[in-house]
Each structure stands twice: as C-alpha cells, then as structure tokens.
T-cell receptor
C-alpha cells in the first residue's frame, strides 16, 4: 500500500510558535488526510484536502497540497501545550485502502 | 454521544491463547477497520469491512480473524498463530468506504507473555 512519509519526524517548539510538518507520497491521489494522536489514544481526524484543492484551513490549522511535488504540509499556528501529539498523514492506496505514514511527534513546551 | 468503543483498554494474555478485542460503533457507519500500531510506527491495516456481512484482508491479516455480523460490531480475534501479537490495536469506522474520514476508538493495548 502507498504510504505518506512525514518530515521532520520529531519537532520541539515553544508555546506560541508555529509548527510545520511535511508529508510526501509516491503515486497520484484524490485526497490526503491529516490526523492527530495524543499519547495512548486513538487518532482524531483533522483535515481532508482533495486533489483539486491547494489549501485548506481549520481553526489554527492550515494544510497545503502540491500534487506536482506529491507533497502536503500541515501548519499549526500559535501552538499550545495541548497541541503536543503525533501527527499523521494518510493517503488512499491500493483498493482505496487508507495508508498512514509513521507520524511526526510534536512537543510544545509551555 | 456517537462514537466508537473499544474494550478492554488493556488486555494481558499468555502465549498460545486466542483473544478477542471488541469494537462497537453507534455512528451508523458502513465501513469498519482494524489497525495495528507498534512503537514509533505508523498504522498497519489488519482487516476491513466495507459493509455488514463482508470483510477483506488488509496488509497484515495473518494470525488474525474478524466477523461483521452486525453493522455496529467488528470484533477482532488475535489467534495463537500471530507471531508477535503484543501491540496497540485501533478500530475505526467511516461513513462510506471511499474518501471518508476515519473515526477511531481509543485502542486496546494487548500484551502477550
């Protein structure tokens, strides 16, 4: 199955700073999703961006998609301690099965 | 409140025993999924079901079995044939099979010794 690959793998920032993480994928997709996972919990869906969209916002989250470079970025603005989590991108793979990257661990220091 | 319930949160078993993980949803979703997560790893798909009474193998189905007799329920059995069953298991559902966000339960951490 196709997988997204997040970069950087781990990020540590001060509260109030912005956090940016990237995801690359290998084949053509019709959408890309971002999820958040707090430690020991299930994943929570953040944003779905379709292949015909270049940018999407949700609160303090901004997602971009560049299909020519097969990459997406997730920006968290004005980070808070509660944003400390792992962030995953996911893309439809073979048979439309959703494939997840390994995740990007973000630590926001109060 | 609608959601997905996984139980139990922690499960301990001896090697050689089969164990069944429960997953129930009241979201009226057609599709359900089981993923396995190992430390520092992404999610790997074990089994999925697009609709009641139907299910397909995912990428790592060996040593696992499922059933989907009711729309709300998608239990996962970890059999003794699974070589390395200790992991965090996540159940998810979505409104439909294609291009829909997944809703996850809070997982079951299985430890086999």
């Amino acid at each position: 199955s196709q997988q997204g690959e997040e970069d950087p793998q781990a990020l540590s920032i001060q509260e109030g700073e912005n956090a940016t993480m990237n995801c690359s994928y290998k084949t053509s997709i019709n959408n890309l999703q971002w999820y958040r996972q707090n430690s020991g919990r299930g994943l929570v869906h953040l944003i779905l961006i379709r292949s015909n969209e270049r940018e999407k916002h949700s609160g303090r989250l901004r997602v971009t998609l560049d299909t020519s470079k097969k990459s997406s970025s997730l920006l968290i603005t004005a980070s808070r301690a509660a944003d400390t989590a792992s962030y995953f991108c996911a893309t439809p793979g073979g048979n439309n099965r959703l494939a997840f990257g390994k995740g990007n661990q973000v630590v926001v220091i109060p | 409140d609608g959601g997905i319930t996984q139980s139990p949160k922690y499960l301990f078993r001896k090697e050689g025993q089969n164990v069944t993980l429960s997953c129930e949803q009241n979201l009226n979703h057609d599709a359900m999924y089981w993923y396995r997560q190992d430390p520092g790893q992404g999610l790997r798909l074990i089994y999925y079901s697009q609709i009641v009474n139907d299910f397909q193998k995912g990428d790592i189905a060996e040593g696992y079995s499922v059933s989907r007799e009711k729309k709300e329920s998608f239990p996962l059995t970890v059999t003794s044939a699974q070589k390395n069953p200790t992991a965090f298991y996540l159940c998810a559902s979505s409104i439909e099979w294609r291009n829909s966000p997944l809703h996850f339960g809070n997982g079951t951490r299985l430890t086999v010794t």
